[in-house]
């Protein structure tokens, strides 16, 4: 079954950036809504940003002016930009349709320290 592959996550210090990739392929890409998610230790996955096939984007209020989504069609990637980056960031990062009809990827971790 076609999934996502996730990739870019690391270690960064509070304040850093890192930019994540991910790659659907297997699916009309082009016409599907994008999204990024993350999963945080013991707490439920949360949409993080949404990209629709219109290029029209959507951001959770906890991220809002620090988090860019992006895409290339012709990669059938997706794109985050995490600038500014907190603690609280600290998760697994995940790609999918939105809402989420992939099956679910292995994720990027990322992790902020202070």
């Known amino acids: 079954q076609v999934q996502p592959v996730e990739s870019g996550g690391g270690l960064v210090q509070a304040g850093g950036s890192l930019r994540l990739s991910c790659v659907a392929s297997?699916?009309?890409?082009?016409?599907?809504?994008m999204a990024w998610y993350r999963q945080a230790p013991g707490k439920e996955r949360e949409l993080v940003a949404r990209?629709?096939?219109?290029?029209?984007?959507n951001y959770a209020d906890s991220v809002k002016g620090r988090f860019t989504i992006s895409r290339d069609n012709a990669k059938s990637t997706v794109y985050l930009q995490m600038n500014s980056l907190k603690l609280e960031d600290t998760a697994v990062y995940y790609c999918?349709?939105?809402?989420?009809?992939?099956?679910w990827g292995q994720g990027t971790q990322v992790t902020v320290s202070d």
């Open positions: 999918n349709t939105e809402p989420g009809g992939m099956r």
């Open positions: 297997g699916i009309s890409f082009r016409f599907n809504t």
């Open positions: 990209m629709s096939k219109i290029g029209s984007t």
